[in-house]
């Protein structure tokens, strides 16, 4: 509009300056110095406003980015306020317990958010929101979610019941406090579970039922971690200890003097219907109960398995595409960790079938409808390893974990890897330490 009335005006300032030169030559002279000026203020004056425009266009730009990124906000609100608006029409627990029912396997959170409702309703010796506790603590080591782990064991604590707590669970102050006792916390949670990872974001509140986790740690609640910028990998120990201060920290570079091992690893895994979330910091795949390994005989079952671009582990000092990450745990609580390189290559059928149904945003649990899936497709034939004693490789970085990195590779297309939503969430290297990395 701006540029259009420039024109009119130049336009009008033409014209009466030819008509004026038309009777004037002397005058001419002048109105031509004048249509100079003139030219010359229309140019700036359309520069400046083509300026404006592309300030107007960038903030447009900006403002759409913003409204993509708090759409995920919005629904999560909504469904907030539905409970509230729910509950303050009437509607009972009663109702709502109805209204999980009708849902199959709930998630760790909701059992989270139920018991947190009964034991609003019924104080906190009820024992149905106990039970809910618990199962969502048995639910939580399998999806590796930290925030709901600790919910449901401070939880369980507030209700009187012997439960060991996670040290990253506790208050600051507390932990500050406990000094000793805030150790033996953090060793207690990491036989009992050690499965927990953090994955940083209090999945527990985004239902709304979230009530005990706000009251009883709200601080580590709020805790962020990334893999860049100022929650990145170097500043992981302020939050989580263990990630600076372990002595059994992993990924490592996988490189020589070998220790020869006889230990004898072999998979049986089986197909079953596909579970995917997406936690922000990866996508992982949630395993039915059934599919297993056996190291030396002993069977460890497998919870889940998820993905790292590039692959965190390196060998003589390279990273490969990707890593799968197989995590199993024994009947002792053992856990152990199989890693499949995932090398630049041909496509990958069974990734193909992953990503075609991935949760492309962080967000809740997505079982695609009539999809299952093998974990055995992402293994290669020979099983051949490297082996070490290391730890979880996020916050908390919890050690006691063995890894098995197979030395075969399996393929994966350039394009499947670039369409993996996470450009980098691998862990840098950490210190061997004088561990021992073997191999067979
Ligand atoms: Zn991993």
Redesign the pocket.
């Known amino acids: 509009m701006k540029r259009t009335i420039i024109e009119v005006i130049l336009a009008l300032a033409l014209v009466g300056a030819g008509a004026f030169g038309w009777t004037n030559f002397k005058g001419n002279q002048k109105a031509t110095g004048q249509l100079t000026e003139l030219k010359a203020a229309s140019e700036e004056a359309t520069k400046a406003v083509a300026d404006k425009d592309a300030a107007i266009k960038a903030a447009e730009e900006e403002m759409a980015t913003l409204r993509e990124e708090m759409a995920p906000l919005e629904g999560q609100a909504q469904q907030l306020a539905a409970v509230k608006a729910a509950m303050a029409n009437g509607a009972t627990l009663a109702d709502l317990e109805a209204a999980y029912k009708t849902q199959k396997n709930l998630s760790a959170e909701r059992q989270v958010g139920l018991g947190a409702l009964r034991m609003l309703t019924k104080g906190a010796e009820d024992p149905a929101a106990i039970e809910s506790f618990r199962k969502a603590l048995q639910l939580s080591e399998l999806g590796d979610r930290k925030n709901t782990i600790c919910a449901a064991q401070l939880a369980l604590s507030a209700a009187g019941e012997k439960v060991a707590i996670m040290a990253d669970c506790l208050p600051k102050g507390a932990k500050d406090e406990k000094g000793d006792k805030g150790d033996k916390a953090e060793k207690s949670g990491h036989d009992d579970k050690a499965a927990a990872k953090d994955d940083g974001h209090g999945k527990a509140k985004d239902d709304g039922h979230g009530k005990a986790d706000d009251k009883k740690a709200p601080e580590k609640h709020a805790v962020h971690w990334s893999y860049d910028g100022d929650m990145g990998p170097e500043r992981w120990g302020k939050e989580f200890p263990t990630c600076a201060k372990g002595k059994s920290q992993s990924p490592l570079d996988i490189k020589g003097p070998f220790v020869k091992s006889r230990t004898v690893v072999t998979t049986d895994y089986k197909e079953g219907p596909l579970k995917m979330i997406n936690n922000g910091h990866?996508i992982q795949v949630n395993v039915t109960p059934g599919s297993k390994i056996r190291i030396d005989g002993v069977v460890h079952e497998l919870l889940q398995f998820?993905f790292?671009r590039p692959s965190?582990e390196k060998i003589d000092g390279k990273p490969m595409a990707m890593?799968v990450?197989f995590v199993h745990k024994s009947a002792a609580g053992k856990l152990a960790?199989l890693g499949v390189l995932l090398k630049e290559g041909n496509e990958n059928p069974g990734i193909k079938t992953l990503w075609a149904n991935m949760p492309m945003e962080e967000g809740p649990e997505v079982t695609p409808e009539g999809v299952n899936f093998n974990p055995a497709n992402l293994l290669p034939r020979e099983f051949d390893f490297y082996s070490y004693e290391g730890s979880l490789?996020?916050p908390p970085c919890t050690e006691g974990v063995r890894f098995y990195i197979l030395k075969s590779t399996v393929n994966v297309a350039k394009e499947q890897v670039a369409a993996f939503p996470f450009k980098r969430n691998a862990r840098p290297v950490q210190e061997l330490n004088g561990r021992e990395i073997t191999t067979n």
């Open positions: 990866t998820h790292h965190e890593v990450h960790v490789t996020t």
